[in-house]
């Protein structure tokens, strides 16, 4: 979820989705019950704080732009593949 966007910026549309209380389309192997849609925040900035500013707006992660190849694939194996083994 990018921060600005044209007409919603990220914390609005963050908020929207998560009044719906939407859920993960295909949930990852093993989850017992259903897990809410994840949403990584994705910023130019990278200011201390705005981490945990995306993180209280509601999404589930952040990256900051530019981010680098493996930091991508961290979270894609987090939230789209439902891995987690300790790497944060």
């Known amino acids: 979820m990018d921060r600005q966007m044209p007409q919603m910026d990220g914390f609005d549309a963050t908020a929207a989705i998560r ?6 389309p295909k949930q990852a192997p093993g989850t017992a019950a259903p897990v809410r849609l994840p949403i990584v925040g994705l910023t130019a900035s990278a200011l201390k704080g705005d981490r945990e500013i995306c993180i209280a707006a509601g999404m589930d992660d952040y990256l900051a732009k530019p981010f680098r190849r493996d930091a991508l694939r961290l979270v894609l194996e987090r939230w789209v593949l439902g891995q987690t083994d300790g790497r944060v």
Not at 19 to 24: I, P, S
């Open 19 to 24: 009044a719906r209380r939407l859920l993960r």
